[in-house]
């Protein structure tokens, strides 16, 4: 086993209010698994997540990769100091989802003290990649453009 990149021991019970009252929560998206190096979630393909053609949108699979990967960045800084911030994303949609559920998992390319980059993977039931996607964090301050960053940390 790989050891852990956390800032401290997380349990997803600790990540449940991340996903509420906002548009994690809206889209369905549930954190599932927190491995040493990895976090995974699950997003439903329904009216929720789906485009008119009734595929799964495109964007809904980007929220799913930002959702997890931010979250995951957020869980390697002292959360007392610093707050990880989308900077840039992008993704590639490899095949079409109809109904279901896909998975997503994000995994660290580079931890650095000013920016991080994560990759995710996205897969169907199956599973097979139905996307992949490369998020950028900028690491900054509390107070700098992260806004209330209150549930990692001792509130």
């Given at each position: 086993m790989s050891e852990s990149i956390w800032?401290?021991?997380y349990q997803l019970f600790d990540l449940?209010?991340?996903c509420k009252t906002?548009?994690?929560e809206h889209l369905g998206v549930e954190l599932t698994e927190l491995g040493p190096d990895y976090l995974v979630g699950t997003m439903p393909v329904d009216h929720r997540t789906t485009q008119p053609a009734g595929l799964l949108h495109g964007g809904a699979s980007v929220a799913l990769a930002e959702t997890l990967g931010s979250v995951a960045a957020n869980l390697c800084v002292d959360p007392d100091r610093w707050v990880c911030v989308g900077q840039e994303i992008n993704a590639s949609h490899l095949r079409p989802v109809r109904k279901g559920f896909v998975t997503g998992t994000a995994r660290p390319v580079y931890l650095g003290r000013s920016s991080h980059l994560w990759d995710i993977d996205?897969?169907?039931?199956r599973p097979r990649k139905v996307c992949v996607a490369r998020l950028t964090v900028?690491?900054?301050p509390v107070g700098h453009g992260g806004g209330n960053h209150t549930l990692l940390g001792d509130e």
């Open positions: 800032f401290r021991t449940a209010p991340l906002n548009m994690v996205i897969v169907d039931e900028a690491v900054v």
